[in-house]
């Protein structure tokens, strides 16, 4: 993801400079088809600027849905480890131990989604 978000800046960044840089006239095109050329640049900019900006929407919305599940795992596992119920009224005892440990699970990777 960390490679995916550099990238997209980067791109992001090119695509800024070379449209400020056309916009202030630093850079001169010259031989024939003069015109096809600066489209041909100003296309390049415009492409790598929108591609940037959706690599870094894609990226964050990614990040976004990770921390999201993240507290949803840790909730649960919260849930499961402190408030389970004893259910040894109409099943084994030792499922009150498979609850925990199953909570135990989602705590921790819950957590380390939801810092990492």
């Not at 006239?25 to 015109?35: A, H």
């Not at 900019?45 to 964050?60: N, R």
């Not at 389970?84 to 989602?106: A, H, R």
Request: aromatic fraction near 22%; charge should be positive; charged fraction near 15%.
């Amino acid at each position: 993801m960390e490679i995916l978000g550099l990238l997209a800046g980067i791109l992001l960044v090119f695509g800024i400079w070379g449209i400020w840089s056309y916009v202030m006239g630093k850079f001169k095109v010259k031989g024939k088809r003069k015109e096809l050329k600066e489209l041909g640049l100003i296309l390049l900019f415009l492409f790598s600027a929108f591609f940037g900006v959706y690599l870094f929407i894609s990226a964050f919305w990614q990040v976004l849905w990770r921390k999201i599940l993240g507290f949803v795992m840790f909730g649960l596992g919260y849930f499961l480890i402190s408030k389970f119920p004893d259910i040894s009224d109409y099943q084994e005892e030792k499922m009150t131990l498979l609850g925990i440990f199953v909570g135990l699970i989602l705590f921790f990777s819950g957590l380390y989604w939801l810092l990492f």
